[in-house]
């Protein structure tokens, strides 16, 4: 039997797939990809994202992330104070994060995402990082706060010193579409330099296409994919990597799966 695999980021709560969303889920599992962590992006999306959650095969974290800027309220860090208290599925703060492409909007970014690892560092509760081209800040920012249950920078991309920093904080990296571009040598360094127990696999569905898929909406079915990659980089088999990065996934966000039982 192949080894469960999970998307530890997709956003199925998009209306991306409102159209075929049951369908998305069984090409997934057709693939052996059981399992979907599924984080927030805005306090009025949170109710769909509670929604999906009620599902045994979804874990959710609820967040505000750093692209919807525009759309957050100072209201939104209380609101999310009380989502958090109210629901105890929720498995993770996130997602947030620095999005440095959108300079104009940084120190608001950064009010809302101080806000919600302070959360996360209260909470004990793990965080999911939107983090571009903004590494080495974040890096700094979380080794003043050393939050107790670490998080997932999700997509990473970055150099493998960026990745052990991260890994030395207690995080993990996740590995998604970006590490299958022919192009992307920096990254493919940091993939072969990473611990077995450093990574997880992830989509960022709908986003991040794969390569030979760009312009297409991208879906957790592809976790094999980027899998197959992640195991000709590194030199290991998919099983190992599947199983490695399934077991990874599992211990971050204390997922409620019976990984033995799944194999
Ligand atoms: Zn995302």
Redesign the pocket.
Known sequence: MPVMLIDA???LDFSDFDADREAVFARAKNVDVEHFVV?G?MSSRWQNVLALGKRDDVSIGLGL?P?FIEAHREADIEALERALDENDGVIAVG?CGIDARFDDTWDQQWHFFNAQLRLAKTRKLPV?I?CVQANDQVAKRLRQLKLPAGGLI??FSGSPEQAQAFIDLGFVVGLGGAVTYPRAKRLHRAVRSLPDDGFVL?T?SP??PLCGQQGERNEPANVAKVCRQVARLREQSEEAIAAASTQTAARLFSLPLDLDGAR
């Open positions: 980021h997709c956003h984080p992006t992330h692209y997602e999911i939107h999700h997509a992830e960022d986003d991040m």
